[in-house]
């Protein structure tokens, strides 16, 4: 009889000691904990929670859990708060998409959020464990601008090499026999012929700053100025100057989908001043809610032949993003390249 008193009491003094600990637990823990009812009303949260997004300690108690989410994730959330509600269980919330948290100043938080319902508790209460992922996403963010920087001098030393063993040679070849047959014909046909050998130079140093410009992985500028660096360099053969337009958050775009828009804009954009003869040549490129969308347009003489192998690099490019290249042109009538790519900012 002694022996079952005394082992009842050992396991009185080992709860009553788990309670202690567990009460410092939500004290001390490194993550956000709160503690929500069936009705998604905060009963509780921890300070680390509260630290987390800038609250003072008791400030979330008694708020609706959704006050927690970005606004335009609050309305599905309390659909999935539902469904979770009728077969509670221990997982992770969101597997396979990137959670954020919102700050009371409004800025997002990149967030892991576990959930863990209290099983003996009849008001049917769960538990949120809330892991903030910034210096994670910090991370992960350097890896892919040293991924990316790889990337650009790989491809910069195989453009170079396609480009100074076939490219350059021919040119300057060219410009040597163009030089020789000055002084054979008319002063005209001089004059024509010098023009060229210029035409020739400006092309050989619009190769080389491709090869050995801003490309070169020691700096990468805003999407933004690297389309007007892109478009200035193009055009500056023109007589006229080029009618641009760029709205919309397009430096917010992903680092891939932001380079294929350059790249887009650069083949369009040089077929147009090449080979079009067109006396106006506009740009645009439009970050939407919905779409990003690029448009070069020329009033020149229409696709030939020289123009359409550039344009099935373009479709491609539309193709792996899930988008489509649109062209409008005819003998005569000038040409329309819009490349359309769905971006579904309306949605993140």
């Not at 009705?39 to 987390?52: C, F, L, Q, R």
Request: hydrophobic share 40%.
């Amino acid at each position: 009889m002694t022996r079952q008193v005394t082992g009842q009491a050992s396991l009185i003094t080992n709860q009553q000691a788990v309670r202690r600990y567990a009460s410092e637990a939500w004290g001390h823990s490194p993550d956000g904990l709160v503690l929500v009812d069936i009705d998604g009303t905060i009963i509780g949260a921890n300070p680390a929670m509260h630290k987390m997004l800038g609250y003072e300690l008791g400030d979330l108690d008694g708020q609706s859990v959704e006050v927690l989410l970005p606004e335009q994730s609050r309305h599905t959330h309390v659909g999935l708060r539902f469904q979770y509600a009728q077969n509670p269980e221990v997982r992770s919330m969101g597997v396979g998409r990137r959670l954020s948290a919102l700050h009371c100043d409004g800025s997002l938080l990149a967030v892991q959020v576990s959930l863990a319902p209290l099983s003996d508790d009849p008001a049917g209460v769960t538990l949120a464990a809330v892991r903030d992922l910034s210096d994670w996403v910090e991370s992960e963010q350097h890896i892919a601008e040293l991924n990316l920087k790889r990337m650009v001098a790989e491809e910069r030393d195989r453009i170079a090499r396609d480009l100074h063993d076939n490219v350059i040679q021919e040119l300057f070849a060219l410009g040597l026999s163009l030089q020789g047959a000055v002084g054979l014909r008319s002063q005209d046909l001089d004059e024509r012929i010098l023009k060229a050998v210029g035409s020739v130079d400006s092309i050989i140093s619009s190769i080389r700053r491709a090869i050995f410009g801003v490309t070169s992985g020691e700096g990468i500028a805003s999407v933004r100025a690297r389309l007007m660096a892109v478009i200035s360099d193009l055009t500056m053969p023109l007589s006229f100057d080029p009618e641009i337009n760029i709205a919309g958050p397009v430096d917010d775009l992903p680092v891939e989908l932001g380079n294929d828009l350059l790249a887009v804009v650069s083949e369009a954009l040089a077929n147009a001043v090449r080979h079009s003869g067109a006396s106006s040549i506009s740009v645009a490129a439009e970050v939407g809610v919905e779409y990003l969308t690029a448009i070069v347009d020329d009033n020149g003489c229409g696709i030939g032949d020289e123009r359409r192998s550039g344009l099935k690099n373009i479709s491609e490019r539309a193709k792996r993003h899930g988008g489509d290249l649109e062209i409008e042109t005819g003998t005569g009538c000038g040409t329309t390249v819009r490349w359309v790519i769905p971006v579904g900012l309306k949605n993140r």
